[in-house]
């Protein structure tokens, strides 16, 4: 069993989840798994709380200004 190659070729990727989110066991499955994971675990949020926290958004832009491509190398 090999991990597909999507996953290994995949570029910076990045899973913001709840502590408390059901979805969260799909997000742990992947660590390890999928190349270049970033994993955020809000703490005690849940699917729908997560996004209104404000590391939320915190972390999201962190990590969208630590993977900035160039649009100009054309």
């Not at 849940?46 to 915190?58: G, K, S, V």
Request: hydrophobic share 45%.
């Amino acid at each position: 069993h090999g991990v597909p190659g999507e996953l290994n070729r995949a570029g910076a990727n990045a899973a913001l989840i709840g502590e408390i989110d059901p979805n969260r066991k799909y997000v742990d499955a992947m660590v390890g798994v999928m190349a270049n994971l970033t994993v955020v675990v809000i703490p005690g949020a849940n699917h729908r709380a997560a996004i209104r926290d404000p590391l939320f958004l915190e972390e999201l832009l962190k990590f969208l200004a630590n993977h900035r491509q160039s649009t100009t190398d054309d």
